[in-house]
């Protein structure tokens, strides 16, 4: 069974693959993913990492898709023991680092979905930034409980 995975990863047949990067002046955002819904309206959460490779700082300061009523910046965090998650109204994206927005950490929250999504889909996302201005990307959807087979770097 090992070997049958290490095949089918070399052949690229295992894990689906991710949308290519897309450079948003000194912004390199890839790795986007969403997670499936079972319903229409349900909310779910999308993913991805930003790359600043310029020498100033830039902000995501907004989010939406046309496939979401509300799309919003959220925070989760352990709080006391417990994990919440909060709306934030940006995230910085210093010079030479990286920010990838994963599940537990910074992600976007799409509410009011207005068709449920399903695994293999695709979900466009526009992000807005303070310097780059705005760019649209596109979510690779993955079944609920699954995540993308790529190494999430450290982040800020």
């Known amino acids: 069974m090992k070997y049958l995975a290490v095949i089918l990863f070399v052949f690229g047949l295992g894990f689906p693959a991710l949308a290519d990067a ?15 819904t079972l319903r229409t309206g349900a909310p779910t959460g999308a993913f991805l990492g ?6 100033a700082a830039d902000r995501l300061i907004g989010v939406s898709s ?3 009523k509300k799309a919003e910046i959220h925070q989760s965090a352990m709080t006391d023991g417990v994990m919440k998650m909060r709306h934030v109204m940006h995230v910085e994206i210093p010079a030479g680092k990286m920010v990838m927005f994963k599940p537990g950490g910074f992600h976007i929250m799409l509410m009011g979905m207005t068709k449920a999504i399903k695994a ?7 992000l807005t930034f303070e310097r780059a201005g705005k ?3 596109h979510a690779d959807v993955m079944a609920m409980g699954k995540a993308p087979m790529h190494k999430m770097k450290k982040s800020i």
């Open 120 to 126: 293999g889909a695709h979900v466009p996302l526009t």
């Open 135 to 137: 760019v649209t990307v």
């Open 50 to 55: 930003i790359r600043n490779t310029g020498g």
């Open 66 to 68: 046309p496939l979401a």
């Open 22 to 36: 897309v450079k948003a002046g000194d912004l390199v955002i890839d790795k986007v993913w969403a997670r499936a």
